[in-house]
């Protein structure tokens, strides 16, 4: 009887050893799958419109006047202080009133994606932040 109980204590540890083994396995198969997806970034942020009634004027501007249309990681209210300091230096620009035209606004760089006369519209990009203005007279 002592015999067949350390054949079954025997049987029952390679059992157990077998189940730490695939055990490990599995978690560390799981940490390969699930590792890449939560630090992988957001895909797509939400974008968000600004308030357009709100605009800055000169020598806050570009050109003359000026209004954020949207954002994306980021506020309305820190673009328009981007707006607001950096426009003085960018308005020494002469890509302001052409397409593909670009500028700085800080460390944001902005390209002009449409001119119609006297209106003008950019996209402001730094990092993973950006923004959309409109400007003009």
Not at 115 to 133: K, L, P, S
């Amino acid at each position: 009887m002592h015999r067949n109980t350390c054949i079954r204590r025997g049987a029952s540890t390679k059992a157990a050893a077998l189940r730490m083994t695939l055990r490990s396995v599995g978690v560390a198969g799981l940490l390969a799958i699930a590792l890449p997806l939560v630090t992988a970034a957001p895909a797509s942020a939400f974008v968000r419109d600004c308030n357009h009634r709100i605009y800055l004027q000169a020598p806050h501007a570009l050109i003359s006047l000026t209004t954020v249309l949207n954002v994306r990681n980021v506020s309305c209210a820190r673009a328009r202080r981007v707006v607001s300091a950096h426009a003085p230096s960018a308005n020494r620009s002469r890509s302001l009133s052409r397409v593909g035209g670009r500028f700085r606004l800080g460390g944001y760089r902005c390209r002009v994606y449409y001119v119609n006369y006297e209106d003008h519209m950019a996209r402001c990009v730094y990092g993973t932040t950006a923004f959309r203005i409109d400007y003009g007279s």
